[in-house]
């Protein structure tokens, strides 16, 4: 039987990160700038650990500054907020994230709107929320921004195409559905108290699944041939691997819908990649607009 074309994120990533170092290079070259990224972290989760890093790394392979912010969990708010102030302030800095989850005695929306929205490189403060909704030109949240190159590199135009987007999130869900219907697809936004789930999956071209959950969506949701995109990044237990080892499987039963799909991300290899790559983009993005250049012109 024939399987879906894997989509590559790894592959994309590479390339994206290629082009922003190659708009780093002509940033300095042509107009003596070099865009700074500043990172805060508060607290040592593993996995935020591990993201700071990788986002340090690639900041720098890509040319650009990197300035990592590390807070002790305890932190006061006032203290958080002071420094987002200061950043915002600082002129080498032109991209502010601070990294989620934040520790329960601070106001994680709080922090996110006190981020000067063009320098929002995760594209979360409700100015660029705002901007995403109405078609206008705010900075996008990552994942979903790189979800959307991945498809339009795939199929082409994505005009006229039914789309859905399984998951309601502020962070992926939301955006999602509206960079879907920028690019004139009708979209239906599909979560787990939607009735008659699969069949609503069944009658899309798209399948965005970002609802959380290790593959909710199985095989025979997917209408034969349509392109499907797994953001869900979920750790199951593996006993194949051994006593209390564990797996990464996403939101869609892979096994299954590569039997019917016409192409499809892999997890991990397929999403994950691209969210720093377009971190970066944003910052790119971020810089050109402070300064009044139009990206297009690098």
Excluded at 3 to 17: L, M, S
Excluded at 216 to 241: H, L, Y
Excluded at 252 to 259: I, P, T
Aim: net charge neutral; with cysteine; charged share 25%.
């Amino acid at each position: 039987m024939r399987q879906a074309k894997i989509i590559d994120g790894k592959a994309f990533a590479a390339t994206a990160r290629e082009g922003v170092a190659r708009d780093v290079a002509a940033l300095k070259d042509k107009y003596g700038i070099t865009p700074g990224l500043a990172v805060v972290l508060v607290g040592e989760d593993p996995a935020s650990e591990v993201y700071v890093r990788n986002k340090g790394k690639s900041t720098l392979e890509t040319g650009m500054q990197s300035f990592e912010h590390r807070l002790p969990a305890d932190i006061d708010q006032g203290d958080l907020l002071k420094l987002v102030d200061k950043l915002n302030r600082d002129p080498a800095v032109n991209g502010i994230l601070v990294q989620l989850p934040l520790p329960d005695q601070i106001d994680e929306n709080a922090v996110i709107q006190s981020i000067n929205p063009a320098k929002d490189v995760d594209g979360f403060h409700l100015a660029n929320v705002g901007l995403l909704s109405t078609g206008g030109d705010g900075l996008v949240p990552c994942t979903p921004l790189g979800c959307i190159l991945m498809l339009k590199e795939t199929l082409g135009s994505l005009s006229g195409r039914r789309a859905i987007v399984v998951g309601r999130s502020n962070i992926v869900g939301k955006p999602m559905a509206n960079l879907l219907l920028k690019e004139s697809c009708t979209v239906t936004i599909a979560h787990s108290r939607t009735k008659d789930l699969p069949g609503e999956c069944r009658r899309a071209d798209i399948v965005i699944a970002a609802v959380g959950r290790p593959e909710m969506v199985k095989g025979d949701w997917i209408r034969k041939g349509a392109t499907v995109i797994d953001v869900g990044i979920n750790r199951i237990p593996a006993p194949e691997k051994g006593e209390g080892k564990t797996r990464l499987v996403g939101d869609v039963a892979f096994d299954e819908a590569v039997q019917v799909a016409g192409a499809i991300t892999p997890v991990p290899g397929g999403v994950g990649p691209m969210t720093i790559a377009m971190l970066l983009r944003n910052t790119v993005t971020a810089t050109c607009r402070q300064a009044g250049i139009d990206p297009e012109n690098l």
